[in-house]
């Protein structure tokens, strides 16, 4: 059974930081990524990575967030820098694995002050 834990989010104030975490469990897992929904919009891809380091970026994060993995932990994290007041949403840690199942987890809120 797959399980997703994911950490790090909260209230920050425009400028500051923020690092989330998705602990995986249950399998391993080709591509591991974070989307996020702000709220009245769609869910949308902020960042991926593969199991050979290969990243995906939004162009709205780009040089801003950093996606990493931990392959021996099964961890995804997503550093990010420089909030804006558009990056507040729900975060979602997603993870595909081998077979091309896909699995969600139940999300962290990320909040950024003006």
């Known amino acids: 059974q797959v399980q997703l834990v994911e950490s790090g989010g909260g209230l920050v104030q425009a400028g500051g930081s923020l690092r989330l975490s998705c602990a995986a469990s249950?399998?391993?897992?080709?591509?591991m990524g974070w989307y996020r929904q702000a709220p009245g919009k769609q869910r949308e891809l902020v960042a991926s990575?593969?199991?050979?380091?290969?990243?995906n970026y939004a162009d709205s994060v780009k040089g801003r967030f950093t996606i990493s993995r931990d392959n021996a932990e099964v961890t995804v994290y997503l550093q990010m820098n420089s909030l804006k007041p558009e990056d507040t949403a729900v975060y979602y840690c997603?993870?595909?694995?081998?077979?091309?199942?896909?699995?969600w987890g139940k999300g962290t809120q990320v909040t950024v002050s003006s």
């Open positions: 997603k993870v595909r694995n081998w077979r091309a199942y896909e699995y």
């Open positions: 249950g399998s391993t897992f080709r591509t």
């Open positions: 990575i593969t199991s050979g380091g290969s990243t």
